[in-house]
């Protein structure tokens, strides 16, 4: 069974920092770029970066860019988003995804998400 | 910046009804790259619909998407107690590369 479990949500106070961890079972993880998407309470979704198999290559949303930072471990078949400066906007339930194939980006499979609450 | 623009906001139809949902975007979107999920309370979105037209494994052939260029469709032919949801649309490809609507909230009349 394809599965996409995140970890290490929680509160944080504005300024903060957290890591969130994606493991992948299932599937070949090295074979599929990954992204993380995230939900606000209440609202839509927002993508919020993703990064291509081999870990080179690693978009950001504006809203994101210069304070998160993606990256994988294909050994530990493992997504990770290291999330500095947080802030009250941050606050939102975040969700990995499975890309669908190297030429369709939808996102096949997600994750149940973990919470990330900023505030004082 | 593509902006995805869904309507309407919500929708209230009767189980047995034809739901048309909308995504406009605000310029050309390739049909490879739009694609329709749906989000129940609690869950993760679930993946409809991709490159405008194609079935994800799974899913009911009652829902159907259409269109191209900047009009984008997701029909679904007879609704079922269970397709009350919300619905998002997604394009891939343009700057920022990923961007959703702001979701269709399907609710039983």
């Known amino acids: 069974e394809v599965q996409l479990v995140e970890s290490g949500g929680g509160l944080v106070q504005p300024g903060g920092s957290l890591r969130l961890s994606c493991v992948a079972s299932?599937?070949?993880?090295?074979?599929?770029?990954m992204s993380w998407v995230r939900q606000a309470p209440g609202k839509g979704l927002e993508w919020v970066s993703g990064?291509?198999?081999?870990?080179?290559?690693?978009p950001y949303a504006d809203s994101v860019k210069g304070r998160f930072t993606i990256s994988r471990d294909n050994s530990r078949n493992t997504l990770y988003l290291q999330m500095n400066r947080l802030t009250a906007d941050d606050t939102a339930l975040y969700y990995c995804?499975?890309?669908?194939?190297?030429?369709?980006?939808?996102?096949?499979?997600w994750g149940q998400g973990t919470m990330v609450t900023v505030s004082s | 910046e593509i902006v995805l623009t869904q309507s309407p906001g919500t929708l209230s139809l009767s189980p047995g009804e034809r739901a048309t949902l909308s995504c406009r975007a605000s310029?050309?979107?390739?049909?490879?790259?739009l694609a329709w999920y749906q989000q129940k309370p609690g869950q993760a979105p679930r993946l409809l619909i991709y490159?405008?037209?194609s079935r994800a494994t799974g899913i009911p052939d009652r829902f159907s998407g259409s269109g191209s260029g900047t009009d984008f469709t997701l029909t679904i032919s007879r609704l079922e107690p269970e397709d009350f949801a919300v619905y998002y649309c997604?394009?891939?490809?343009?700057?920022?590369?990923?961007?959703f609507g702001q979701g269709t909230k399907l609710e039983i009349k």
């Open positions: 310029q050309s979107v390739s049909s490879s790259s």
């Open positions: 490159g405008a037209s």
């Open positions: 299932g599937f070949t993880f090295s074979s599929y770029a």
């Open positions: 997604q394009q891939y490809g343009s700057s920022p590369l990923y961007t």
């Open positions: 995804a499975k890309k669908f194939s190297a030429t369709t980006g939808a996102f096949e499979v």
């Open positions: 990064v291509n198999s081999g870990g080179s290559v690693t």
